[in-house]
């Protein structure tokens, strides 16, 4: 009999190496972290969320989902998250995947590959030209590896238009990692876009994605090696390529130097134009102190295994 109340739980993500390169078919490695967006969602007369009626520019990504992937009547939508929004660490993959398997577990159909399929969907039709790293790292957990070839531990293929991406599971290391919150918003469509032009434009730029994505996979080599210099030195380099696609703010760049001098490596995570970063350290507190002093807000957080849960 299908449930009529179910929770869910997603966790927050960072892209340790291939922002924006992805969403042109090269490889990304995202992490899921230990921070989390919760839900519960039950029948109601009306659509809410959170109290309030359902909106269209401030519900987005539920008013999508609701409207194409729910076949049911109206639902009470509550939400708790200790996930930054607009931070570039997946707050709206984190609720896509939360929406998509309360959905699906209240059909009874809940399975992990469907999830990121149907997450995917919700954020690329609100986003425009996305990729699937942000919803498969949320559903699976630990950390993913999207990539336009089928490797080992591979968990499911996804395509859009003429794009197909492969995600695998990647094994990691123990390993630390600061997160610095610039408190500017960052919107991924706008910046997207803004990626989007120069590409199309510049073969500059274009040889800029295909050296991000050829790091990508000398990020995962040294992942899987545990050799956390060597990854912290990648990342670096992925921040120098990510500033020349324009990306980073002077904002950014303040914690990125604050933070570097107690850390493997540091670099933007997420879409960029404002958002996070993060840092790759085994001196957290250091870190920590040094985003504190120039007027960011840390996040000391680690990989989590967990990825999206739901039940009754």
């Known amino acids: 009999m299908p449930l009529t109340m179910v929770s869910a739980s997603s966790p927050a993500k960072a892209i340790l190496f291939g922002e924006h390169a992805v969403v042109y078919g090269l490889p990304a490695l995202a992490v899921s972290l230990d921070r989390r967006l919760e839900m519960t969602v039950h029948p109601s007369e009306v659509w809410t969320v959170d109290g309030a009626p ?46 998509i398997s309360c959905f699906l577990e209240m059909r009874g159909a809940m399975s992990p590959e ?6 995917f969907e919700v954020e690329y ?20 590896l999207v990539s336009p070839d089928r ?11 003429e794009r197909t991406w492969h995600v695998h599971h990647v094994p990691l290391p123990p390993m630390e990692l600061v997160v610095g919150y610039t408190r500017t918003p960052s919107v991924t469509t706008v910046m997207v876009a803004k990626v989007r032009d120069y590409y199309q434009r510049s073969g500059f730029a274009r040889e800029t994605i295909e050296e991000i994505g050829q790091l990508t996979m000398a990020g995962l ?19 120098a390529l990510l500033s020349i696609l324009g990306v980073s703010t002077k904002e950014l760049k303040k914690l990125l130097d604050a ?33 504190m002093r120039i007027g960011g807000t840390p996040y000391r957080v680690r990989p989590s295994n967990t990825g999206t849960t739901v039940g009754p």
Do not use: F
């Open 54 to 99: 359902l909106e269209s520019r401030k519900h987005r990504y539920i008013r999508w989902g609701a409207e194409n992937l729910w076949d049911g009547g109206p639902l009470n939508i509550s939400t708790r998250s200790s996930i930054p929004s607009a931070s570039g660490l997946g707050s709206s993959a984190a609720l896509c995947c939360s929406l």
């Open 114 to 119: 469907e999830l990121a399929r149907k997450a």
């Open 259 to 291: 933070a570097a001098p107690h850390s493997y490596g540091v670099k933007i995570t997420g879409a960029g134009g404002g958002g996070s970063m993060i840092a790759l350290t085994d001196r957290p507190e250091l870190v920590e102190q040094a985003i």
């Open 125 to 144: 039709n609100v986003q425009g030209k996305a990729s699937p790293t942000d919803t498969s790292c949320c559903t699976h957990g630990s950390a993913v």
């Open 221 to 239: 080599e040294a992942l899987k090696k545990g050799d956390l210099v060597e990854v912290g030195a990648l990342m670096d380099r992925n921040q």
């Open 151 to 161: 490797r080992d531990d591979h968990l499911w293929s996804i395509s859009k238009e």
